[in-house]
Antibody, heavy 119, light 106 residues
Framework: EVQLLESGGGLVQPGGSLRISCAAS????????MTWVRQAPGKGLEWVSS???????YYLDSVKGRFTISRDNSKNTVYLQMHNLRAEDTAVYYC?????????????WGQGTLVTVSS | ENVLTQSPGTLSLSPGERATLSCRAS??????LAWYQQKPGQAPRLLIY???NRATGIPVRFSGSGSGTDFTLTISSLEPEDFAVYYC?????????FGGGTKVEI
């Protein structure tokens, strides 16, 4: 059974940093791309960043230069390091597994971790 | 950026009725479109990919159609558990984008 478990969310001040994690199990992690999608309170889904199985990264323009996606295949974990956080980054952050190579659909999702940027 | 516009914003229906949801892309996505269902307090669930293929375990009452810029998600006969928000998503070009969602309510 595929499971994705996010952690690391919390309250951070504007301009601060936070790293969130997603521990994966139930599939061959090294073979799949991973993605972060966020959802601001009461709003829709917004793609944030993806990393392919071979390490190619993609970012939403508004987070480029501030966020970094990475993965540790030995720990079956994907990370999102966030710097210079803004109020508009406040959201539930979901990690999701990419369905197949170059098929950027997301077939399994974690339950999300809430990041709140506020003073 | 390829903008996806979903309509209507809210669809008010009763169990047993047919639901028809629309997603329009600002640029062609060929057939590279997915649909997701999200219930309150839950993560999204993949329903349809490549415009018309049901994901694993998705009931046959869910079907997708369309190509290019116009797509439809149809729920043939609404079950009580189908009342939720539905999002479309394109993967043809970066950034990956989602539509704004359609809420299906009783």
């Amino acid at each position: 059974e595929v499971q994705l478990l996010e952690s690391g969310g919390g309250l951070v001040q504007p301009g601060g940093s936070l790293r969130i994690s997603c521990a994966a199990s139930g599939f061959i992690f090294v073979s799949y791309g991973m993605t972060w999608v966020r959802q601001a309170p009461g709003k829709g889904l917004e793609w944030v960043s993806s990393m392919s199985a071979d390490g190619v990264t993609y970012y939403l323009d508004s987070v480029k230069g501030r966020f970094t996606i990475s993965r540790d295949n030995s720990k079956n974990t994907v990370y999102l390091q966030m710097h210079n956080l803004r109020a508009e980054d406040t959201a539930v952050y979901y990690c999701a597994k990419v369905k197949a190579t170059s098929e950027w659909y997301f077939d399994y999702w974690g339950q999300g971790t809430l990041v709140t940027v506020s003073s | 950026e390829n903008v996806l516009t979903q309509s209507p914003g809210t669809l008010s229906l009763s169990p047993g009725e047919r639901a028809t949801l629309s997603c329009r892309a600002s640029q062609s996505v060929r057939s590279n479109l997915a649909w997701y269902q999200q219930k309150p307090g839950q993560a999204p669930r993949l329903l349809i990919y490549d415009a018309s293929n049901r994901a694993t375990g998705i009931p046959v009452r869910f079907s997708g159609s369309g190509s290019g810029t116009d797509f439809t998600l149809t729920i043939s006969s609404l079950e009580p558990e189908d009342f939720a928000v539905y999002y479309c998503q394109q993967r043809t070009s970066w950034p990956v984008t989602f539509g704004g969602g359609t809420k299906v309510e009783i």
